[in-house]
């Protein structure tokens, strides 16, 4: 699992780079942050098998990790940090 400041820094920068873009859009630009700044945990870097290594061997977030941006979206909306749009997209 990615740690979740690091996902939260993923995501703000992703909204930075493209401020209207829709909710939907946000988890592939994640994935590429992510994969262009080596961030996927290796097989090296084994904690526990939980982790979802096959997911990070071709560059995507797991399951839990989809989650967790999923919950920082929606507490950056919370913390008034960002501001869900009037388009249908989000």
Same mark, same amino acid.
């Given at each position: 699992?990615?740690? @979740?400041?690091?996902?939260?820094?993923?995501?703000? /920068?992703?909204?930075?780079?493209? +401020? #209207?873009?829709?909710?939907?859009?946000?988890? +592939?630009?994640?994935?590429?942050?992510?994969?262009?700044? #080596?961030?996927? +945990?290796?097989?090296?870097?084994?904690?526990?098998?939980?982790?979802?290594?096959? @997911? @990070?061997? $071709?560059?995507?977030?797991? +399951?839990?990790?989809? /989650? #967790?941006?999923?919950?920082?979206?929606?507490?950056?909306?919370?913390?008034?940090?960002?501001?869900?749009? $009037?388009?249908?997209?989000?």
């Amino acid at each position: 699992m990615i740690d @979740y400041r690091i996902l939260r820094n993923l995501v703000i /920068e992703a909204f930075q780079a493209k +401020p #209207n873009m829709s909710i939907q859009d946000v988890m +592939p630009d994640v994935e590429r942050l992510a994969a262009e700044k #080596n961030i996927f +945990p290796n097989r090296e870097k084994k904690i526990s098998s939980e982790i979802g290594f096959d @997911y @990070y061997s $071709e560059k995507r977030l797991t +399951p839990v990790d989809r /989650e #967790n941006v999923t919950q920082i979206i929606w507490h950056m909306v919370r913390e008034n940090l960002m501001v869900i749009g $009037e388009e249908r997209n989000n």
